[in-house]
């Protein structure tokens, strides 16, 4: 348990963006649960080097865009133990092409592990915050759910589907001490946006204003501060950082 008393749970906190927030949540004093795909949890050799301050992250497997998967995480997590006083699901893909170019399989698999996964992890996870009258669910969105993306009509059907996720939830718990809001990161330096072909990831950096990619470690600031105290009046907003290419 780390000092905050409270337990972080982070999807997709193997790497990338959510390796970045599991360490921020580390750091602000709560004790961090990292999800990832199952295939990955049975290799845990990144935990190594996060065993750092207060412990290694205990890693669990879960398939986000499985309700039977997230309901065992839940059970499983309950047997061990723990409960999660602070969600992030942040796990996502992208699976980019026109929708000229682009099949029912594509499309499916964005929309169940980018928005099914918000019904599916959060459902299990709020009746035992009600319980304790306190709760924070911060879900990761982009950008481009609200900017739109040439080649993501899926990405961005579901990234805006988040923030529609989070207002309605938001309006249910108000009265029960859990904010719900959204993180909208734009292109970071992770796997994700180096994976895109050279020539177009540099067209997108010439479109944002401070003139380069985001670092993890900046959303991840902003995702400990919502998860904190000092952030309770703060809820069903959709919080954005970009580098200014929303004015772009
Ligand atoms: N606006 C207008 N036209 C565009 C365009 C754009 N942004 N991008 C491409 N086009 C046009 C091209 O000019 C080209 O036109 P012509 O045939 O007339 O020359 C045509 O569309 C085909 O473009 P490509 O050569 O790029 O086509 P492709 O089939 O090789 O690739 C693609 C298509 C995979 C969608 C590719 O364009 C691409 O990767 N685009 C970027 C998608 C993107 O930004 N993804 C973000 C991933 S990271 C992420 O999602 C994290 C986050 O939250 C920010």
Known sequence: MGQS??????TGGNRGLGAAIARALSDAGHAVIVTCTPANSQSVAWVGPQDYEGGPFAVYGVDVADDQSTEALARQLHADGHHVDILVTNAGITRDASLREMDQSTWDAVLRTDLHSMFNMTRPFLEPMLERNWGRIINISSINGSKGQFGQTNYCAAKAGVHGFTKALALEVA?????????????????MVMALREDVRKRIVQDIPVGRLGRAAEIAALVAFIAGDAAAFMTGSNVAMNGGQHMS
């Open 5 to 10: 008393g409270r337990t972080a749970l982070v």
């Open 175 to 191: 009265r029960n001490g859990i904010t719900v809001n959204t993180v909208s990161p734009g292109y970071l330096e992770t796997e």
